[in-house]
């Protein structure tokens, strides 16, 4: 995925459970779509399985030549809300070493957290009250709970999740 002279990167904000649908899209119009995956535990009434779910829910980024390709073009792929613009309504590109390192981070994916993650791994909560937040394993015990340390409000706190609500994100 490597970025052409004109070609920027660009966040897209699609409809809720879409980004799959619009990465599809977008690679059927031949423009470069990006959607960071990671892997976790879901667990169901009968059975838990490892599932993909977006790195950053609602949106999936692209690589194109506004000037080639067109803005408008995007914005009316099915299941995109809007691209993302600047107050002027210009498309807002997002800065190429965040993408560089995004796309080389998780041109895999995170891994799901398991019973194989130690204390000190970086985490990300993937659901309940505090998704979206990074924290740091401090203990696992052995009914799959999880204690976990994050920064909040410039001190710690620490929390005890079901393993399944987190992921570890890989070095």
């Known amino acids: 995925m490597s970025v052409g002279d004109a070609s920027r990167w660009y966040a897209v904000w699609t409809r809720s459970r879409h980004e799959q649908v619009v990465r599809t899209q977008l690679d059927e119009k031949q423009v470069t779509a990006f959607l960071p995956t990671m ?31 067109g803005w408008r073009a995007i914005n009316g792929t099915r299941g995109v809300r809007r691209l993302l613009t600047s107050e002027r309504l210009t498309p807002l590109p997002m800065p190429d070493d965040a993408m560089a390192s995004l796309i080389g981070k998780y041109d895999g994916r995170a891994s799901a ?3 194989d993650f130690q204390a000190g791994d970086s985490v990300l909560i993937v659901s309940g009250p505090f998704a979206e937040q990074y924290a740091t394993v401090e203990s696992l015990d052995d009914k799959g709970r999880v204690r976990l340390l994050f920064a ?20």
């Open 39 to 69: 892997t976790r535990w879901s667990r169901w009434k009968d059975r838990k399985k490892q599932i993909d779910v977006p790195l950053f829910p609602g949106y999936v980024f692209v690589n194109f030549d506004v000037d080639q390709v």
């Open 152 to 171: 909040l409000l410039g001190g710690g706190a620490r929390v005890s999740l079901d393993a399944g609500s987190i992921a570890r994100l890989d070095e």
């Open 113 to 115: 957290a398991g019973p």
